[in-house]
């Protein structure tokens, strides 16, 4: 697996990329990871034939630093601007995107930056809404924002990796930021709502039934809302369930981004039944 780090405009950002494939693939982690904590596994276990696959560091996050991370109000546009600076200095254009939480909203300002060029192919979306919502706002307010109250299973990647001090401080940040927007009187919480109706991409969501942080009836919204998405209820799962339900994960999204056409949700249709008995259930299939 190759890694280097890249100059984009402002950011300097990190990077591992693994793969000969011809389908690119960003993929974009949640806060506080990195690609190390969230998607080492899936740059060495998709299709090595069939992918080309890159994970970054967000600026400020993992080995993308420093300078320490900042969230002003419109930090996803941004991170959008210098993951598709990286994705263009590497020289593989056009891609998919994978993006997980904080990163999926990413993923759609990518898109919608991208909406009137083929840079971008396909969005997977994990977990994740367009708002910042009543109950994230509670969530982000909760006990889970003092990492010590964290599981030691939890805490010891990111301990790993940031030590002590910087994983409370980019985590603590992190969540006023977003409670800061759910307040703030002109953006009430809209992260990337009013863009979906603009974004072209086939997208597919992934909600995991029992996420924490983000309720079903936001990835409902972003379904309805998105001209060329499925949505895929992951039952019995939970907010990580890209790590947690690796293989599972891996084989649905591989499937997604191989297929072509109208088919690329009839295939993930085809599956329904079982996936109805271990794992979940697709929902809300757009012709």
Not at 77 to 94: C, G, I, T
Not at 106 to 127: D, E, S, W
Not at 193 to 219: A, W
Request: charged share 25%.
């Amino acid at each position: 697996m190759e890694e280097g780090r890249v100059n984009c405009g402002n950011a300097t950002v990190h990077y591992a990329k693994s793969g000969t494939g011809p389908i690119n693939v960003l993929f974009l982690h949640d806060a506080p990871g990195s690609y190390t904590t969230d998607f080492k596994r899936h740059l060495t276990g998709f299709a090595q034939d069939k992918f080309t696959l890159v994970g970054w560091d967000t600026p400020g996050f993992g080995k993308s630093r420093p300078p320490d991370a900042e969230f002003p109000a419109k930090y996803h546009s941004e991170n959008a601007r210098v993951a598709f600076q990286l994705m263009q200095k590497l020289d593989l254009l056009p891609f998919a995107i994978v993006g997980h939480g904080d990163g999926a909203q990413t993923a759609v300002h990518i898109a919608h930056q991208q909406r009137n060029t083929q840079n971008v192919t396909k969005m997977v979306l994990v977990a994740s809404s367009a708002y910042v919502s009543q109950k994230q706002f509670e969530a982000f307010g909760s006990p889970v924002a003092d990492t010590t109250l964290w599981a030691d299973h939890k805490r010891k990647p990111y301990v790993d990796l940031y030590g002590e001090d910087y994983f409370q401080s980019l985590w603590s940040r992190y969540l006023t930021a977003k409670r800061a927007l759910y307040q703030d009187p002109e953006i009430k919480g809209n992260v990337c709502k009013h863009l979906l109706s603009e974004i072209p991409q086939s997208t597919l969501l992934i909600h995991p039934e029992y996420d924490f942080y983000y309720g079903e009836d936001e990835m409902d919204e972003m379904d309805e809302l998105l001209p060329n998405s499925g949505l895929l209820i992951a039952e019995e799962m939970h907010h990580n369930l890209h790590v947690q339900n690796y293989e599972w994960f891996k084989k649905v999204v591989e499937r997604f981004l191989l297929d072509e056409g109208k088919n690329q949700f009839d295939l993930v249709r085809e599956e329904e039944e079982r996936l109805e008995k271990e794992y979940g259930r697709v929902s809300n299939q757009k012709a």
